[in-house]
């Protein structure tokens, strides 16, 4: 190869080099500029009395988002309590028999599920839930983010465990330990990091739904630890709060908006650390 030719060789790599860095910052450039933007404008309701006490009545100045803060977590760890191990097991199952009649019927409703609008997933839970106990409440609109939750984490923990060695599996069976023990014990360990990422990635992912909330726990003013009535949470008191003709009521939804937005951050932060905690190298 001539000097010529290996000159242009690295011209075009250097060309290739820039552009891909360059796409890559501008696809980041909306999600600097969104936080930047929500960070200016609720930087300044943040405070310690914000966070513990709640809403003022409409006229009042003040007032914080802590039963909205109580309510979201609540929320989200019923939606996490019922949809963590159904996943689970859902993607153990379409990972150990990839080719029955089952798993291909499974992977097509997880694949429609995780396609289906929030807001559909927020009427049926309005008419399955809501209409048949006859009323609002936390627990159908965890029943909804549950529902939501449940594509992700059962695709990632098939894909995670179909990258687990054959012969770790094989080597458990061999010794006579009972499939139930190999599968507990060796499969869904080794995978556990990118089965911790899953879930985790769901849980940032409903913590900032709307849409199916607003038909299933409608929301409270007041301080609520009863999951079987209607509760408030951060997305909702954001929509309202935002929607309102108040200019208080503005600042505080601005000031949410930066709470969950560190949330959500936050649990992408902790999905990156569980996988290097927890990875498995084969």
């Known amino acids: 190869m001539d000097e010529t030719s290996l000159n242009i060789r690295k011209i075009k790599n250097r060309v290739f080099t820039i552009g891909v860095a360059t796409l890559t910052v501008i696809s980041a450039l909306p999600l600097v500029f969104i936080i930047f933007y929500v960070f200016k404008r609720g930087i300044s309701a943040i405070s310690w009395e914000f966070l513990v ?9 003040g007032g914080g988002i802590a039963n909205a803060l109580v309510g979201t977590i609540l929320i989200v760890l019923v939606a996490s ?15 150990e028999n990839p080719d029955s009649k089952l798993s291909k019927v499974a992977r097509l409703c997880i694949e429609v599920l995780n396609g289906t609008p929030s807001i559909v997933i927020g009427i049926f839970a309005y008419l399955v839930i809501v209409l048949s106990t ?12 549950a529902i939501m939750m449940l594509p992700l984490i059962v695709r990632t923990t098939e894909e995670t465990l179909q990258l687990i060695p054959e012969s770790l599996k094989e080597a458990g069976l061999a010794l006579g330990v009972p499939y139930y023990r190999v599968v507990f014990k060796v499969v869904i360990p080794s995978g556990l990091s990118g089965i911790l990422n899953g879930v985790m990635l769901a849980v940032a992912r409903v913590a900032g739904e709307t849409a199916p909330l607003l038909f299933t726990a409608f929301g409270n003013p007041y ?13 909702l008191l954001i929509y309202n709060y935002a929607t309102s ?10 000031g949410a908006s930066l709470v969950l937005i560190t949330m959500v951050l936050i649990m992408n932060l902790l999905s990156r650390w569980a996988i290097k905690k927890w990875k498995v190298r084969f």
Do not use: C, R
């Open 53 to 61: 006490t709640l809403p003022k009545s409409v006229g009042e100045v």
């Open 81 to 95: 309590i019922l949809a963590i191990p159904v996943g689970i097991m859902a993607g153990v199952y379409l990972s």
């Open 134 to 145: 006859g009323g609002f409440s936390a627990v159908s609109g965890s029943f909804a983010l």
């Open 223 to 235: 301080m609520n630890w009863d999951i079987f009535k209607p509760m408030d949470n951060l997305p």
């Open 245 to 254: 003709p108040y200019q208080s009521w503005h600042q505080i939804a601005w």
